[in-house]
Nanobody
Framework: QLRLVESGGGLVQPGGSLRLACTASGSIVKEGFGWFRQDPGKEREGVACISGSGITINYADSVKGRFTISRDNAKNTVYLQMDSLKPDDSAVYHC???????????????????WGQGTQVTVSS
């Protein structure tokens, strides 16, 4: 089971950008990944996901056109580029992976069995 470590969070002004990275402890070839976010007292929300093949990508409606997920298999890292950030984007962002995501890309939590600890993103002026 891969261990995942997120990085790249921080404080940014509205309209700004951040790039999150999710680095795995081993090879991510054929591993699908998802980025999720969670505010205290709220359910964990799927933001973006990418299949192991890299062909299937999905975004939550709230981030379409602003966030971009990508992967670099050589670096065992998945990225989330976040542009035009809004205060509502503030949350702890987690990456996750699971064994059934080679060709598909889903936000359903049962598909993910390995999670990172998360990185805080705060959008505020």
């Amino acid at each position: 089971q891969l261990r995942l470590v997120e990085s790249g969070g921080g404080l940014v002004q509205p309209g700004g950008s951040l790039r999150l990275a999710c680095t795995a402890s081993g090879s991510i070839v054929k591993e699908g990944f998802g980025w999720f976010r969670q505010d205290p007292g709220k359910e964990r929300e799927g933001v973006a996901c990418i299949s192991g093949s890299g062909i299937t990508i999905n975004y939550a409606d709230s981030v379409k056109g602003r966030f971009t997920i990508s992967r670099d298999n050589a670096k065992n890292t998945v990225y989330l580029q976040m542009d035009s950030l809004k205060p509502d984007d503030s949350a702890v962002y987690h990456c996750a992976t699971g064994p059934m995501l080679v060709r598909q890309c889903l936000f359903a939590l049962p598909y993910y069995n390995s999670w990172g600890q998360g990185t805080q993103v705060t959008v505020s002026s």
